[in-house]
Every structure is written in structure tokens, then in C-alpha cells.
């Protein structure tokens, strides 16, 4: 199984502690190391990450892990993130994991993902539904509105209506980077939800219900 990992982005709010968001360390131990190596322990095998800013120190870390890891730079880390899902699943054949850099979460979900399966969909979101949880920011998540078979009927950060949110772990297939392509194609910004929001339009994002789990 591969994994595809996007750690493109600045990071912001984190420059007061790092000047790399995916190197940024918790306990010791770097945000993308440890995105690896919970991928690893629930099957992930070959490792895509997809770097912009700070691109040279961000690879020249990963390629020291000891793992299969193929390193792909956007030139233009600001553009939404589709666009390094993009630059990524291009070297990929067949489902892939697909990860955020900054985006914490135990391998039991993944490993449920990678059980599940796409099932006939372009892209499988692991969704969580707690949404009273202490450590959850609504004015941050992206938001998911869910519809009979745990369907994607909506996704995004400003959604009024939801009925859980996105936790950052997806089980993708070729599919994915067509949406999002063709999202570009028609004028739009080439975003993760709005590739996913293309595939839900046509009944073919669905969900893996996480709630409770720690990510």
C-alpha cells in the first residue's frame, strides 16, 4: 500500500515554534515522522511525500528515515492543496493512503481504511462524529455532511449543515486526481474538498465512521 503525504505548506500558525510545519516536533519526534511510521504500522509500504516550502530540508530529512520514500516538489506551495495531491498520485498506480503532514492519527484507522476499501468509490474519508470533543476546532475542521450509506454529501470549511468532519486520512484511487483535475479544468481552485465534493456529486465519496478513535 502506498501512502501520499502532503507537507507543501507553510504553516503559520505554527512559525512561533518551527519554521517547518512537517518537521515541527511533538515529544521529540517530528509531525511527518510520525505520519510515516503510524502509515507504516498499518501497512503502508511506499511513501509519496509532495514538499514546496522549505522543500530541501523537508527531504532531506524523509530520505534519512530508513523507508521507501519518493520525494515530489511543487514549485508553488501557496496554490490549495489539490494541487500536490495532483503533483503526487501521478507516480502512483492503483488506492494509495492519503495523509496530511500535520494531521495526527492512531493506525487502527488506517488500518480499518485499507480493510474497507474504496467499495466502488472515487475516495473514502475517515469521518469522526464527536462533534462535542474538547480538542475538536469547528471554526477550523472541514466539515462533512453525510448522506444514506454514510455518502459525502458535502464537504468544507464553511458548511452550516454537517454531521461530522474530516479527519485527514483518505483511501483514494485514481479517481481523486480526476476530480481534481477537472475541478482546475473548469475554472475552480483545484482544492482536496472540492475534488472530493466533485466525486460526491456523483454518489462516489464515501466514509469510514472513526468516531472515538484517536487522530
Known amino acids: 500500500m502506498n501512502c501520499l503525504i502532503v507537507a507543501a505548506g507553510r504553516g503559520s500558525r505554527l512559525r512561533e515554534v518551527s519554521e517547518s510545519k512537517p518537521l515541527t516536533r511533538v515529544g ?7 505520519v510515516i511510521a503510524t502509515a507504516a504500522a498499518a501497512g503502508a509500504t511506499a511513501f509519496t511525500v509532495v514538499t514546496g516550502y522549505r522543500a530541501a530540508q523537508v527531504e532531506a530529512f524523509v530520505s534519512g528515515l530508513g523507508r521507501a520514500v519518493r520525494c515530489v516538489r511543487v514549485d508553488d506551495w501557496s496554490r490549495p492543496n ?4 495532483l503533483a503526487g498520485a501521478a507516480g502512483i498506480g492503483g488506492d494509495y493512503l492519503l495523509a496530511m503532514a500535520d494531521h495526527l492519527f492512531d493506525a487502527v484507522v488506517a488500518r480499518r481504511l485499507i480493510a474497507v476499501g474504496r467499495q466502488g468509490c472515487g475516495v473514502r474519508l475517515a469521518v469522526d462524529r464527536g462533534l462535542a ?34 479527519t485527514g486520512l483518505f483511501l483514494a484511487g485514481p479517481e481523486l486526481a480526476e476530480a481534481i483535475r477537472a475541478d482546475i479544468d473548469a475554472g475552480g481552485e483545484g482544492s482536496l474538498s472540492s475534488g472530493v465534493q466533485r466525486l460526491a456529486d456523483t454518489g462516489r465519496a464515501g466514509t469510514l465512521d472513526v468516531t472515538g478513535a484517536r487522530w
Open 28 to 34: 521529540g519526534v517530528s509531525l511527518i515522522e510520525r
Open 82 to 85: 489539490g494541487h500536490s495531491v
Open 133 to 166: 470533543g474538547p480538542l475538536l476546532d469547528l471554526d477550523d475542521a472541514t466539515k462533512v455532511e453525510t448522506g444514506p450509506g454514510g455518502r459525502i454529501v458535502r464537504i468544507g470549511k464553511a458548511l452550516e449543515r454537517y454531521d461530522a468532519v474530516d
